[in-house]
C-alpha cells in the first residue's frame, strides 16, 4: 500500500525552524515569566505591523477573541448578532454563549463566504419581526478567503452594525490591499496548530484600530484589570496567550510571508489540474483578493465515494463542514434566514491536504488519485 500522505504537514515546517524555535522556547522557559513574559507583547506588535491594523492584543485561543470584542461591544440579551449558517460552531457558540442570539445567514456557492443578498433579507426579517436588536454582523474568511466587504461594508453602515471579522481561518489573507485582521469594527484570529499561523497549543489574538476598544479588550482578556492587576472594573475572562506561544509565534510569522507563497503555489496547482474536470468544483477567489488557503475545498457529486477511494490509497480528507450550524441540535432554535446553498454544499463539500510543503510529488499523487475517482469529463 502507498504511504499515508498527512492531511498538513506540520513537522516539515518545523524541521525548517529547527533550532530558532528550540532557541526561543529555552529562551522563553529559562526567562521565567511564563504569563505575559515580554514576548506577548514582541509578539502582537509584529502582529499589528503585520495585519496593518494599530492594536493586536492576543488572547488564549481565537473562539475568545471573538467572545472578548463582543463583551466589550456589551452585546447581550436581545441582541441579534449575524453569522454565516456555513461555518465552525465557534462563530455562533460566542453571541449563544453572551446571551445574545445568532441569526444565521447563507453562504455563496462559489465562495463559500456570507452572502451579502441573504445578510439584507435577515436584517430586514429580524427588524420586521421587531423581537430582537440587530447589532453586528460576523462575517467569517472561510476557507482562507477574505469575505466580500466590498458588498458587504455598505450594508454594516445603512444598517448601523458594528462588523467582527472571524479571521480565525484568513488571518494574512489581503482584499484590495487590506488584510483580514485591518478589516472591520474589529476582527478575530486563532493560533490553533492547523491554522495557517499556528502555535504549538492554543493560542488566538484580536484585532482593531480603535483606541478605546483596545483598551477595553486588554482589560477583559485579564478579568476586568483596571489599572492594577488586583482592581477589577468590569467582569472580564482570564485569556492570555502563554509566553512560550508567543515565542513560537514570533519565529513562526517570519517565515509566514513565504509560507503563503507556497500556499498560493499549492492551491493554484491544484486548480489548474483538478479544474480541467467538470465533475469538480475548484475553489474561486474574488476579484482583488488572496487567501491563505487555510483549507484547499473542492465539491464533487459523490463526495463519499471520494473520499473512501482517497482514503484507500492513503489520502486522508476532511469535510468542512458536513452540517450546516443552524441545523445543529444545539443551535436548531436560533432564528435563521433560509440556507439553500449552505445546506447542499453541506453535502458536495471536501478538503484535500493542503499545507505550504505539499511537494509536487505527492500533489500530482493526490491529483491523479482524485481525477480516477471522480473522472476526467
Ligand atoms: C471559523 C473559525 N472561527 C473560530 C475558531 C475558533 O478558534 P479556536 O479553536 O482557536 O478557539 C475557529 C477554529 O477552528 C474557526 O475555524
Redesign the pocket.
Known sequence: MAAQIPFIDLQAQRRRLGASLERAITAAVEGGQWIMGPQVQAFEERLAEFAGVKHAIACA????A?LIVLRAWEIGPGDAVFVPAF??A??AEVVALIGASPVFVDVLEDTYNIDPKSLEAATAMVREEGKLRPRAVMP?D?FGQPADYGAIEPIVVREKLKMLC?A??GFGALLDGRRAGAIGDAAGT???PAKPLGCYG?G?ATFTNDDTLNHLLRSIRIHGQGADKYENVRIGVNSRLDTIQAAILIEKLRIFPDEMVMRENVAQRYSRALGRSNRIRVPHVIEGARSTWAQYTIQVPDRDRLQSDLKAKGIPTAIYYPIPLSKQKGYAHFPSAPIPVSERIAKTVISLPMHPYLDVQTQDRIVDAVLESVGHA
Open positions: 485561543n481565537g473562539t475568545d471573538l461555518t465552525f465557534a462563530s467569517v472561510l472571524d480565525a481561518q486563532s493560533f490553533f492554543d488566538g
